[in-house]
Nanobody, 125 residues
Framework: QVQLVESGGGSVQAGGSLRLSCAAIGYTYSPYYMGWFRQTAGKKREGVAAIVTGSGSTVYADSVKGRFTISQDNGENTLYLQMNSLKPEDTAMYYC??????????????????WGQGTQVTVSS
């Protein structure tokens, strides 16, 4: 029902900032909630932040609270992740995800059906 296309990844030094974008296309109804996840080799995909598209309610992983901000531009059908004060441990492939079920907002990858292809973020010390 929806295609997700991420952009904005890249390489940055520790302490720097990046903004990721996720364009949602090809849908009839907006997803109920959307989120950002990250994954490194050999590790489970980790939820970073999520937003309920209707209410704007958000949730963040403890590891990024105060540094990352999830937001949306409904007019542009785009989800953002502003990442500030980046650390080397933030290095990962970042994925955008969405789901239509009216569940409690979630940072579990099991609760998301639709995924983008990912964008790499590399933070050097």
């Amino acid at each position: 029902q929806v295609q997700l296309v991420e952009s904005g990844g890249g390489s940055v030094q520790a302490g720097g900032s990046l903004r990721l974008s996720c364009a949602a296309i090809g849908y009839t109804y907006s997803p109920y909630y959307m989120g950002w996840f990250r994954q490194t080799a050999g590790k489970k995909r980790e939820g970073v932040a999520a937003i309920v598209t209707g209410s704007g309610s958000t949730v963040y992983a403890d590891s990024v609270k105060g540094r990352f901000t999830i937001s949306q531009d409904n007019g542009e059908n785009t989800l953002y992740l502003q990442m500030n004060s980046l650390k080397p441990e933030d290095t990962a492939m970042y994925y955008c995800a969405a789901d239509y079920r009216a569940l409690l907002i979630s940072l579990s990858s099991d609760d998301y059906k639709y995924w983008g292809q990912g964008t790499q973020v590399t933070v050097s010390s």
